[in-house]
């Protein structure tokens, strides 16, 4: 079992930064893939970065491709989103997930995941 907490989320002004984390705790030894994932108000989750064990290899969607930046400290067993030039389109409550098998050609889709956390809020006001 792998036990995920984000935090970071909060109500910003559009142009603005924002960094939002997940910390893992539980089985998380022998490593996962996580990603970010999004939900809008009305909307499908969808999929917004993911990033290796290793962090040497990250994935972004086009629609944040160049303004999120997903990095991850093993040592402390935390992810982290760097989300910039946001836009009232990225408001949507923003989930972090576990992948412990490592299944990196299919770390875009939801269903790949097996762990997730509960979810923080991010809004952008125009």
């Known amino acids: 079992q792998v036990q995920l907490v984000e935090s970071g989320g909060g109500l910003v002004q559009a142009g603005a930064s924002l960094g939002l984390s997940c910390a893992a705790s539980g089985r998380t030894s022998s490593g996962y893939v996580t990603g970010w994932f999004r939900q809008a108000p009305g909307k499908e989750r969808e999929f917004v970065a993911a990033i290796r064990w290793s962090g040497g290899t990250t994935i972004y969607a086009g629609s944040v491709k160049g303004r999120f930046t997903i990095s991850r400290d093993n040592a402390e067993n935390t992810v982290y989103l760097q989300m910039n030039s946001l836009q009232p389109e990225d408001t949507a409550v923003y989930y972090c997930?576990?992948?412990?098998?490592?299944?990196?050609?299919?770390?875009?889709?939801?269903?790949?995941?097996?762990?997730w956390g509960q979810g923080t809020q991010v809004t952008v006001s125009s």
């Open positions: 997930a576990a992948d412990p098998r490592r299944r990196w050609f299919l770390s875009f889709q939801e269903t790949n995941y097996d762990y």
